[in-house]
DNA sequence: CGGAATCCTTGTAGATACTG
DNA sequence: CAGTATCTACAAGGATTCCG
C-alpha cells in the first residue's frame, strides 16, 4: 500500500456533505483547540507550545498542527538557523475560529455549574447505589 | 467493580478544569450535534429523531440522548400510552448553546473552500507521488 | 531543536439481537 | 415503540525511541 496511516487525518476521503461536522472533526481533537489559544498570541516555537500546553506529548503536537497547517489554520515557519527554529502562527480564518471558539467558550464558563449539577442529579436518580459502595 | 461501562461517558472523572474542553468533548461526539439541531425545532420522538438523521445507529442514538439528558441539555418525556411515547426536547441551555453553534457552522461554510484548497495543495506538496500511482 | 516511526491502550461507534 | 446488551472494529491518543 503506498499510503500507510502517517497519522495525518486517516480518514482521508470522507466529504462528511455536512460543514458543521467538518469544523468539529478538526476542532473536536483534543489539543487544537489549545493550540490554536496558545498561537493566538502570536508566532510560537514548537517548543514553547509543547511545554505551554501541558500534558501534550511530542507526538500529538506535531499531528495537530500538522493538520492545521494542512487545513490552512496554522503557517508553519522554519529560521534555517544552527539550533532549527520553528514558528507557527494562526492564519487570518483561523483568528476567525479563534473568535468564536471563544463564544462557545463563555457559553460553557456560563453553564459549567448548571451541567455538573445536571450531571450529578442525574447520576444520583440513575445509579444511587453505585456512588457510594451500595452494591457491594 | 461496581461500574462496569454502561456507554455513558466512560470517563466520568475527568474534570479537564477547562471548561472549553468539557464543551468540546460534549459537542465533539459525532452525533450530538446533529440531535441538537433536529430537535431544536420542538419536542420530537425517538423514532422520528432515528429517521430522520439518516445513519445514525439505534445504540449511538439512544447513547447520545442519555449523555446529552445527564448534562441537562435535553429532557425526556415520557407519555405512558400503549404504545410507548417518549419525547425529546431542548432546554434553554441547549438553545443557547445551539445558537453558538450556529456561529462555528456560520464559520464553516464561509470557509470551506478555503479549507479544502488548502488541503488539497498541502496533499500535492507533501506526497505527490502518492496522489496519483507513483509510488506503484 | 523538531520531528518521524513504532508499539500499545482505550474510547467511540457500528451491527445485531433481544426485551418491556 | 423505545430501548438494552454484546461483540467487534477502528482510530485517537500516549509512550518511547531514533533521526536530521
Known amino acids: 500500500m503506498s499510503r500507510r496511516n502517517t497519522g495525518v487525518t486517516p480518514q482521508v476521503v470522507n466529504a462528511h456533505a455536512c460543514p458543521v ?18 498561537a493566538a498570541h502570536g508566532p510560537i516555537r514548537f517548543t514553547e507550545l509543547e511545554r505551554g500546553i501541558e500534558g501534550i506529548s511530542r507526538r500529538m503536537l506535531t499531528l495537530t498542527l500538522r493538520n ?22 494562526l492564519t487570518p480564518v483561523a483568528r476567525e475560529l479563534h473568535e468564536t471558539l471563544q463564544r462557545l467558550t463563555a457559553w460553557a464558563e456560563r453553564n459549567r455549574t ?23
Open 21 to 38: 461536522r467538518e469544523v468539529l472533526d478538526r476542532v473536536a481533537g483534543k489539543w487544537s483547540v489549545q493550540i490554536l489559544v496558545a
Open 114 to 136: 448548571y451541567v455538573a449539577e445536571s450531571r450529578a442529579t442525574y447520576d444520583e436518580r440513575h445509579a444511587p447505589d453505585l456512588v457510594d459502595g451500595g452494591g457491594a
Open 68 to 89: 492545521l497547517e494542512r487545513d490552512g489554520l496554522v503557517t508553519r515557519t522554519v529560521h534555517p538557523t544552527v539550533p532549527p527554529r520553528v514558528e507557527y502562527q
